[in-house]
């Protein structure tokens, strides 16, 4: 068996950003565009009249301040309220694939791409069923080896890593690319008040090899962990069946769906319990723990996962947030907290990554500063 560690990041970030205030605006104004289309529905009680958004109920209900996407024009046209992203031919770079080349090259920095053997795109949509997005980023990077996509929702990266580590491990290849590019503004229903804030895009790499051809400066994996519960509690219906459905125009469920509430109430129990578990089967004690990068979706659950972890408050730096500028980019968002805030710490010190979403699913890392 071989050792494992991570030696590299990359993170692509868009140039445009919306900020809270950008966003209520258009979604006030469509708002008010709605209403008056629907008013006599309305009247009659048979509709119910679509909310104002506010900024001050965005960072309360999540701790975001503002989002990068790949289109914001789309996005802000209260009469449409989605990106626009046009279509490419064939024989063009996909948009996946093109924001996970970015991340990709630098994760790898220096290194020549021919020394990768798998590349893994784990992301929680693809923007087409086949061919694989992992195997034309295989071909645009120059890379060796084999490709193929996985998709755990938000939990991708995690679940990639640690399918990546145990392939090294086993002797299968030596140096594995784990690539999250996730255009979540694509899946995303803006017209929704309850959600229309919650995601943005971005790309992330990983970049694995065995121990013994790590640089000085690299994260040991010292374990990793999976587990999945199956619950509708947050879900997109979309894919190829969709054209065999009735009335399958504007469905709201073929968009991100998810009941808040119920997510809340199952999802941080059942997070808490792994990573306390992952780690009392490691011997590893909360006060071992130098770092938490935990999934970047609300920040209310990630205080209280870290709570419940720790035994007590965070302190400052222990569990870094990213998601107040990134917003939540599904699996990318605890491989952005790890690439940003991974730097100081010093040999010996132990962090976990972590990220959860719909499944249930829920991976964990345990690194160890090299």
């Known amino acids: 068996m071989h050792g494992v560690a991570i030696t590299g990041t990359g993170v692509f ?33 048979t509709l119910a009249e679509k909310p104002q958004s506010s900024s001050e109920f965005i960072l309360a209900a999540s701790g975001i301040e503002r989002r990068y996407v790949l289109d914001k024009t789309g996005i802000l046209d209260p009469t449409r309220m989605y990106p626009s992203l046009p279509a490419r031919d064939d024989d063009a770079p996909s948009y996946m694939a093109e924001i996970g080349i970015d991340a990709a090259c630098k994760a790898l920095g220096n290194l020549d791409p021919a020394i990768v053997d798998v590349v893994i795109c784990a992301a929680s949509n693809m923007e087409r069923a086949y ?9 645009l990077l120059g890379a060796g080896g084999f490709a193929f996509d996985m998709n755990v929702a938000c939990s991708s990266a995690t679940f990639g890593i640690q399918t990546a580590a145990d392939m090294i491990r086993a002797g299968s290849v030596r140096t594995a690319l784990v690539v999250n590019p996730e255009i979540c503004s694509a899946h995303l229903e803006w017209r929704d008040r309850d959600c229309h804030f919650i995601f943005g895009d971005v790309a992330t790499a990983t970049l694995l090899q065995r121990d013994t051809d790590a640089p000085a400066r690299h994260f040991k994996i010292r374990s990793t962990r999976c587990a999945t519960q199956f619950s509708n509690n947050i879900r997109n219906n979309n894919g190829y069946l969709r054209r065999t459905h009735d009335q399958m125009e504007d469905r709201r469920d073929m968009q991100f769906m998810q009941n808040g509430r119920k997510v809340f109430k199952e999802v941080l129990p059942l997070v808490s319990k792994h990573i306390a578990s992952h780690m ?33 408050d965070p302190g400052p730096g222990e569990q870094p947030n990213i998601l107040q500028d990134y917003a939540n980019t599904s699996s990318a968002g605890s491989i952005i907290a790890f690439s940003k805030h991974s730097d100081d710490l010093n040999a010996g010190d132990l962090g976990i990554i972590c990220s959860f979403g719909a499944g249930y699913s829920v991976g964990s890392v345990i690194v160890e500063r090299g």
């Open 131 to 139: 061919p694989a997005i992992a195997v034309e980023i295989q071909q």
């Open 13 to 45: 970030t868009p140039e445009h950003t919306i900020t809270n205030d950008e966003l209520v605006a258009a979604f006030n104004a469509h708002a008010d565009l709605w209403n008056a289309e629907n008013a006599a529905a309305i009247a009659a009680g």
């Open 280 to 312: 009392a089967d490691e011997g590893i004690g909360a006060d071992d723990l130098k770092r938490l990068w935990l999934h970047q979706a609300n920040k209310t659950m990630n205080d209280y996962i870290g709570k419940k972890v720790l035994g007590r």
